[in-house]
């Protein structure tokens, strides 16, 4: 299924970048994972249902995070690709909670200034939270309708919403409910400590 | 009787309408009292753990709160908001001096599959098959996080569980051995890469196929919507047609013990299961 995976697993480019120890340091504290039991035997990206289309395979993620190749791991597409399914936390022969340090990736990786090599998931992710701020609960069609304004591609799923609409899986309007103020409370503390 | 709080998340109240009226018709059945909490909102679901960690916990709590507040435990449909919920009970019941909140980490928070798979349970929802699911081949797709990790879900068999086919059984229907039941469907990548769930579900929907399963029957919303949605291009893409309705589980209860809204249920399902049912003479 994965034939290029034995190959690629071995390869390990630093690329001529600058190593960075406190990016390690960093990662290992926000994970609270210790990240340096990982002796490199694979399990985590041989059971990885999507490491066929990472740029970077989960435990060559590891070795960089060890090697404080700071820019190299936020850079990739992986990070953004992991869908958090815990497969490789749970076989991890050291017990390394890889999903949460993918994670932990992300939220470093959005205050870095680094472009996400994925466009659309920080999007995706930024729009969901948005929706949450504003209404409390997430109205799935609103969320659609925002999500397509920032990425501009209407038509994409146009038919299939249509099908879904008529057998009436669309709720058109967003609930009534309190708790708002509360909603905002939360992501005022949030953004002020970020 | 038997009464719990309700978290019924925002999924369920728009594409997973029909497992929020079969998990509430299946539970007045079983003479189950669910209180749906007042005020809930959104559990943080995967874009606030993906974003900050403190939020998520947040988001989560404030429900938390709202059900310890009530003293009954919580009855979680959406495997996603149960997870969520998990992780922050584990945080605050280990470091409480990190959150302000009212809430304790005291409230039991109960998975509706894990819920409805209990002996007690169980042995309630057998006396009331009024319509055994004879001859329904099924594959239990249990998908990743009513599972993983097993520090947050509690389950032993994560790797092969068993619960939901146990369930299957008591109900009439033949659950399958395959291997597939925990793989992921690619979840909420759904709107930003679709390229990786359509190949990530045609491989679910194969495996199914191969076991020669005549349906999938899940707990998860995000899994029910990817499978049962999108069969129509996976066919294409892949050049192998699939017609494999995906149930949610409490469909299948309400089903068997012969409840009068199962046609309006099936109804909003996207690969009509009326052509197998009727086939296998299970609608009236």
């Given amino acids: ?194 | 009787m038997k009464e719990l709080s309700y978290y019924p998340g925002c999924s369920l109240e728009g594409t997973a309408r029909e497992y929020d009226e079969s998990i509430r018709a299946v539970c007045e059945m079983l003479g189950v009292t669910l209180h749906e909490l007042e005020d809930w909102t959104c559990c943080g679901a995967s874009s606030a753990h993906c974003t900050d960690e403190n939020l998520a916990i947040e988001l989560a709590t404030r429900n938390l709160a709202l059900a310890e507040k009530g003293g009954r435990e919580l009855l979680v449909p959406c495997v996603a908001c149960y997870s969520r919920f998990k992780v922050a009970e584990k945080e605050v019941r280990e470091h409480p001096e990190r959150w302000e909140t009212p809430y304790q980490g005291k409230v039991q928070i109960r998975y509706a599959l894990d819920f409805f798979c209990e002996d007690s349970l169980l042995e309630a929802v057998g006396e009331k098959v009024v319509v055994p699911l004879s001859g329904l081949k099924v594959a239990c797709y249990y998908g990743c996080l009513s599972v993983r990790p097993p520090g947050i879900t509690g389950v032993g068999s994560y790797e092969d569980p068993q619960h939901m086919d146990r369930l299957m059984s008591t109900l009439g229907a033949e659950p399958l051995p395959w291997s597939y039941k925990t793989d992921c469907c690619g979840a909420s990548l759904v709107m930003t890469r679709t390229d990786i769930v359509r190949k990530l579900s045609h491989l679910l929907l194969e495996m199914a196929r191969e076991a020669e399963a005549d349906c999938l029957v899940t707990g998860c919303t995000m899994c029910q919507a990817n499978l049962d949605t999108r069969q129509e291009e996976i066919s294409k893409e892949f050049g192998q047609k699939y017609d494999l309705p995906i149930f949610y589980f409490t469909e299948l209860m309400g089903l068997a013990m012969g409840h009068r809204d199962v046609k309006k249920w099936f109804g909003r399902h996207l690969t009509d299961p009326t052509r197998l049912l009727n086939s296998k003479g299970l609608m009236g």
């Fill in chain 1, 1 to 194: 299924m994965k034939p290029e995976m034995g190959v690629k697993g071995m390869e390990m480019e630093g690329g001529g970048e600058a190593i960075d120890p406190s990016f390690s340091e960093l990662v290992a504290q926000e994970s609270g994972e210790n990240l340096l039991a990982c002796y490199q035997c694979q399990k985590c990206s041989a059971g990885c249902p999507v490491a066929y289309t990472m740029d970077v395979l989960p435990n060559q993620v590891i070795r960089m995070v060890q090697f404080g190749l700071r820019e190299k791991v936020l850079s990739s597409h992986t990070i953004w690709i992991c869908a958090s399914c815990y497969t490789c936390s749970v076989r991890c022969p050291n017990d390394i909670d890889i999903a949460k340090v993918m994670d932990v990736l992300r939220h470093i990786a959005l205050g870095s200034g680094i472009k996400p090599a994925e466009r659309d998931i920080p999007i995706f992710h930024s729009v969901f939270l948005d929706s949450i701020k504003s209404k409390g609960r997430i109205h799935e069609l609103g969320l659609i309708w925002q999500y397509k304004a920032k990425t501009r591609d209407f038509m994409k799923d146009a038919a299939l919403g249509w099908k879904m609409f008529r057998k009436g899986k669309i709720k058109l309007f967003p609930s009534k409910f309190g708790g708002g103020r509360e909603i905002k409370g939360i992501f005022s503390r949030y953004e002020k400590g970020k």
